[in-house]
T-cell receptor, first 110, second 115 residues
């Protein structure tokens, strides 16, 4: 079966660091994506991991451990505009479709 | 275009009516995906296309739902005899090639409300 778990909600303070975890159990794996989605808007691509390790992109970093079925998204120097839902999605090995978790709604407070 | 364009933004239908949603992928993108998001829950994959050919339809409900991607036309997702449970936001995404490291680019979605 396919199962992707993320915390439903998180809160953090402006300027802080937050880590959003994602665990997955899927029948196949060919990469993991993180997307950001503001309310009423399209999801926008943040990062992609297919090999173990850390990928850094400015304030955002993403980590993957395939043996543990685990990824996290790290957001540094939080800004108010980072308040959004963060979606973890696993790429299906054979068909390219994305299998999504429920998303983590992050609220950043001043 | 530079963005995935979905129309309409909102669509309201009475139960039992037909609903048709449209998606213009980014120019040059060969792959189109449709997802359904019910009540802000996780995205559910419906169907994908490689150009005008169905690539994967394992997520499509067997009845009432159909989709097409014809040359020189927006792709479409059609729901016949809509039910209350079809109320959701329908997202379309496109991708340039089958390369695994390329992300899918999403449109803003069409919010379908069945009354």
């Amino acid at each position: 079966g396919q199962n992707i778990d993320q915390p439903t909600e998180m809160t953090a303070t402006e300027g802080a660091i937050v880590q959003i975890n994602c665990t997955y159990q899927t029948s196949g794996f060919n990469g993991l994506f993180w997307y950001q989605q503001h309310a009423g808007e399209a999801p926008t691509f943040l990062s992609y991991n297919v090999l173990d390790g850390l990928e850094e992109k400015g304030r955002f970093s993403s980590f993957l451990s395939r043996s543990k079925g685990y990824s996290y998204l790290l957001l540094k120097e939080l800004q108010m505009k980072d308040s959004a839902s963060y979606l973890c999605a696993v790429r299906d090995q054979h068909t390219d479709k994305l299998i999504f978790g429920t998303g983590t709604r992050l609220q950043v407070f001043p | 275009g530079e963005e995935v364009a979905q129309t309409p933004k909102h669509l309201v239908r009475g139960e039992g009516q037909k609903a048709k949603l449209y998606c213009a992928p980014i120019k040059g993108h060969s792959y189109v995906f449709w997802y359904q998001q019910v009540l802000k829950n996780e995205f559910k994959f419906l169907i994908s296309f490689q150009n005008e050919n169905v690539f994967d339809e394992t997520g499509m409900p067997k009845e009432r739902f159909s989709a097409k991607c014809l040359p020189n036309s927006p792709c479409s997702l059609e729901i016949q005899a809509t039910k209350l449970e079809d109320s959701a936001v329908y997202f379309c995404a496109s991708k340039q090639t089958s390369n695994s490291n390329q992300p899918q680019h999403f449109g803003d979605g069409t919010r379908l409300s069945i009354l």
